[in-house]
T-cell receptor, first 114, second 110 residues
Framework: DTGVSQDPRHKITKRGQNVTFRCDPI?????LYWYRQTLGQGPEFLTY????????KSRLLSDRFSAERPKGSFSTLEIQRTEQGDSAMYLC????????????FGDGTRLSIL | AQRVTQPEKLLSVFKGAPVELKCNYS??????LFWYVQYSRQRLQLLLR??SRESIKGFTADLNKGETSFHLKKPFAQEEDSAMYYC????????????FGKGTTLSVSS
């Protein structure tokens, strides 16, 4: 098991473009989380899935952001009409769905908006 | 408000010296506390959690509910301990997101 996998590792795009990131969790994990991390800050929660159901969304997740986990396996995070402030590292984590299980993180996708 | 505070951005110590990375939290209820570590060019990984009461790589952390603290300690620092350390809490409901502090960079020099 290679752990949580995220693609791409880096994304550079112009302001106003749409971007999509993918996360493949550890295979037996049914919980999946998205976080955003900016320079000098710890990761900040964006949204959370239990299987295919999106159970929680942060106020950070504006209407330009949408996340899906269609079959309860991989997840995608899309940002529409990107803005300078969207530049950040986007982290995905997964965990087992049994009580309080630790979250395992991927390497992240670094987004840079020109 | 739920919050995790790590007051030090950077902690520099010499090899063999004791280390204490401070973490204070604000949460109405009984949270779960974690320490995550990120070594250079590696992903964020769990170091330890308070309910395990384990010692990982010589590190320990005790939850002090009276002081709302979860400080990370190691009696003798090693150069390989140099990394970014994040304290995080999770709410009492299973599956809730982690709330992270801003992190402390630990630098251990010989």
């Amino acid at each position: 098991d290679t752990g949580v996998s995220q693609d791409p590792r880096h994304k550079i795009t112009k302001r106003g473009q749409n971007v999509t990131f993918r996360c493949d969790p550890i295979s037996e994990h049914n919980r999946l989380y998205w976080y955003r991390q900016t320079l000098g800050q710890g990761p900040e929660f964006l949204t959370y899935f239990q299987n295919e159901a999106q159970l929680e969304k942060s106020r950070l997740l504006s209407d330009r952001f949408s996340a899906e986990r269609p079959k309860g396996s991989f997840s995608t995070l899309e940002i529409q009409r990107t803005e300078q402030g969207d530049s950040a590292m986007y982290l995905c984590a997964s965990s087992l769905g049994d009580g309080h299980q630790p979250q395992h993180f991927g390497d992240g996708t670094r987004l840079s908006i020109l | 408000a739920q919050r995790v505070t790590q007051p030090e951005k950077l902690l520099s110590v010499f090899k063999g010296a004791p280390v204490e990375l401070k973490c204070n939290y604000s949460y109405s209820g009984s949270p779960e506390l974690f320490w995550y570590v990120q070594y250079s060019r590696q992903r964020l990984q769990l170091l330890l959690r308070h309910i395990s009461r384990e010692s990982i790589k010589g590190f320990t952390a005790d939850l002090n509910k009276g002081e709302t603290s979860f400080h990370l300690k190691k009696p003798f620092a090693q150069e390989e301990d140099s990394a970014m350390y994040y304290c995080a809490l999770s709410g009492h409901q299973a599956g809730t997101a982690l709330i992270f502090g801003k992190g402390t960079t630990l630098s251990v020099s010989s």
